[in-house]
Structure formats: C-alpha cells, structure tokens
C-alpha cells in the first residue's frame, strides 16, 4: 500500500481562531476579572464592585462607575482586535492603559455569554446588549441584537456567565470553585493595594459581607491592614518614591512597603510587584530580594514585599502575550541592584533605629 500522503493545509475559520485564542487568554476566572478590572481602571473608575457565584465560573459580575461605553461603540465592543486605546504601534512607547489589544472582551464573549449595561454621562439613558462569540445577539427573550435603552448608573455592568459553557474539557478540569475564588480574592486585593483611590468591593453573589471591601480614596497602608493584617501594616517598612541610579541609564522610579526584619508575618510571604501599573512576575527582582532577605530573616521565612516599579514605557516591552505576566526590560541587572540598594536601605535604616531604640 502507498504511504498516505500529507493532508491539504486549509486556513482555520475566524470563529476556530477566535475560539482558540480566547481559550489561550481567558484560563479561568481570574484572568477574566483582571481583564476586566482593568479596563474599569482605564475608564477612570473610583468605584469597583466583582460579584461571583461559583468561583466565578457559574457568573462573574463588575460593576464601574466609569465612564462607560458610547452607544456607537457597542457594536464593535466583543470584536477581537477593536480598542478604544491604541491607533498605531509607537502608541505602545507611550501607552498609559492596562489595555491596547482589544482581546479582552472578545475572549470573555467566545468562552461565555456576556451582558453590558452601560451609560456615558452625556448619555440621558443606559444601553443593554448581549455578546456571543465577538457579536451581538437577541437577549433571551428578544429577537433583535440592537442594544436596548436600559435604566443604568453610570458607568459600566459587565456580567459573564457559565464560563468555558462550549468547552467541556477545560470547564470539568475546574475542581472546585473555592479555589477559583481564592485566586481571584488574591488579584482583586492585589489591585486594591495598588489602586488604594478606588473604592473595590469583592464578594459571593448573594452574600452580604464582602471578602474585600474598601472606602474610596484610602491609602495602600490603610488598605494593607485592612485586607492583610493591621500587624503587618504597622511592621512594614516604607520606601518612599525614589529615583533608581544611574537615572539616565535606568529611568525609573520606585516606592513601595516592605516587611522589615523581624516581623512576624514573614513566614507567610507575600509577594507584589506593579511595573508601570501592571501586576507582573519578575522571578529575577524576586530571586534577588529574596536573597537580599536571607541576611535578615531567620531560615526559611520569606519576605512581605509591595513594589511599585515606573519604568520608562520606551525601555520596556509591553508588547506581551495577556497572560505572560513575566515581564523584560532594558539594563535588567543596574535596574535590580539598584531595586536591591533601595530596600537594603530602608532595612538597614531599620535597624539602626531598632539597636537605639534598645539602648535607650
Ligand atoms: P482593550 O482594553 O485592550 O482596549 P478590551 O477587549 O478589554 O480591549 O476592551 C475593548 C474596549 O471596550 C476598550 O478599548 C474600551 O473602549 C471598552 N471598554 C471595555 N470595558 C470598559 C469599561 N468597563 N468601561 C468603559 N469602556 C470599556
Ligand atoms: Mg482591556
């Protein structure tokens, strides 16, 4: 018998492609709420509230006050590659949002179905629409995909629900939906250190007491002890904003607040690290703090640190994948050791005023 020869090569269908790549940017529910905090942050929300049933895989909610979406601009909202926030590709040498590839919520309508409510400040009344696959379709009872006006607020009302609904595989991997709350309480509290003007609220839907909740205009400390531990907050130590040296070789500026080095929460760890704004993993600057750390703490406990990192957006790729949450920059080692100087100070300065404080 002949060997069979190769298959014809044929171009996948945009909804195969879609599917493909949503299923690459949303893994689960906690991807999807960092996607769409997000963008609630780039529409200059002050309010931020997540509601979840199931972990999130049964629904996720988030309702914004920001500015909302025009009613121009439904149509386009779920298409993949549509953004309100990027025209050409130097933008990315300058970008100031979370978002620039208009994947998010495409991704989200390809793996579930999605309702928006929406309403601008200029606009008298809000707009509903329903999203299946990038487009819009008839609500369940209706028969037109027009969005409909629609009592809202305003602002915007994300709601997604049955996640992973059309992939059967991936939705019977999730074991347990408390695990998938936990991981987005981690995301969600994360961001609410960093982005302490906003007020943010995360709960089970149906519950009343929220896992997370903060006043509007807090500060990170405030937030810290609120959401990790009032003993924590009071044992960190503050690095205030400082310029990272060489600055004409680095541009870059950092401040954040660190364990010192006997607080009791060191056994934990904690770990957060924000560069241009961006929740991110650099297992460099953590290997190097950690290290850093090892002089200080007793064996095996590990440190409590917040970071924030402002990087020149030219010196630092932001052109990733979504969910590559590594991230690279220019003149990597001066800009740790310079990092590793910083805190090395503020833990040092610590510690001279702890040897006072007990000869006094
Ligand atoms: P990106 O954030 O990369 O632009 P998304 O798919 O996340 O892509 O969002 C597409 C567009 O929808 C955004 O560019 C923005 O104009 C609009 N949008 C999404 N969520 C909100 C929101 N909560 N408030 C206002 N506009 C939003
Ligand atoms: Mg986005």
């Not at 970008?95 to 994947?103: A, N, V």
């Not at 600055?247 to 904690?270: I, P, Y």
């Not at 850093?292 to 990733?320: C, Q």
Request: aromatic share 6%; with cysteine; net charge positive.
């Amino acid at each position: 018998r002949e060997p069979e020869g190769p298959k014809p090569i044929r171009k996948l269908s945009k909804d195969v492609i879609n599917q493909i790549a949503a299923a690459e940017i949303i893994h689960r529910p906690a991807n999807a709420i960092k996607e769409l905090l997000e963008n609630s942050l780039d529409a200059k929300s002050t309010s931020i509230k997540i509601n979840l049933k199931d972990g999130g895989l049964k629904s996720i909610q988030i309702i914004d006050n920001g500015h909302g979406i025009s009613k121009n601009d439904l149509p386009l909202l779920c298409e993949r590659y549509s953004t309100s926030k990027l025209n050409k590709f130097e933008d990315l040498n300058s970008l100031k949002t979370y978002g620039f590839r208009g994947e998010a919520l495409a991704s989200i309508s390809y793996v579930s179905h999605v309702e928006v409510v929406t309403k601008t400040k200029k606009d008298g009344c809000g707009w509903r629409a329903h999203y299946q696959d990038g487009v819009l379709i008839p609500s369940k009872s209706g028969t037109s995909a027009e969005p409909k006006p629609s009592a809202a607020n305003d602002g915007t009302v994300i709601t997604a629900e049955d996640l992973f609904f059309n992939m059967p595989l991936r939705k019977r991997a999730f074991k347990s939906p408390s695990e998938e709350y936990t991981r987005v309480l981690d995301v969600v509290t994360k961001y609410a250190i960093h982005n302490p003007h906003v007020a943010w609220v995360c709960k089970k839907a149906g519950t009343s007491l929220p896992d997370v909740s903060t006043p509007v205009d807090s500060t990170t400390k405030a937030n810290i002890a609120s959401l990790y531990s009032p003993s924590l907050a009071n044992e960190l130590l503050d690095i205030p904003l400082t310029t990272l040296q060489p600055e004409s070789k680095l541009s870059a500026q950092c401040k954040g607040w660190v364990s010192n080095a006997n607080s009791n929460w060191a056994r934990k760890g904690g770990w957060l690290l924000f560069i241009n704004n961006r929740l991110v993993d650099s297992t460099k600057i953590k290997k190097a703090i950690d290290s850093l750390y090892t002089a200080y703490l007793p064996k095996g406990a590990s440190p409590w640190v917040y970071l924030s990192l402002d990087i020149d957006p030219a010196k630092i790729d932001v052109n990733v994948h979504p969910t590559k949450s590594e991230v690279h920059f220019l003149n990597e080692d001066e800009m740790i050791d310079a990092l590793v100087g910083v805190i090395q100070t503020a833990l040092s300065g610590a510690n001279v005023s702890r040897s006072f404080s007990v000869q006094t």
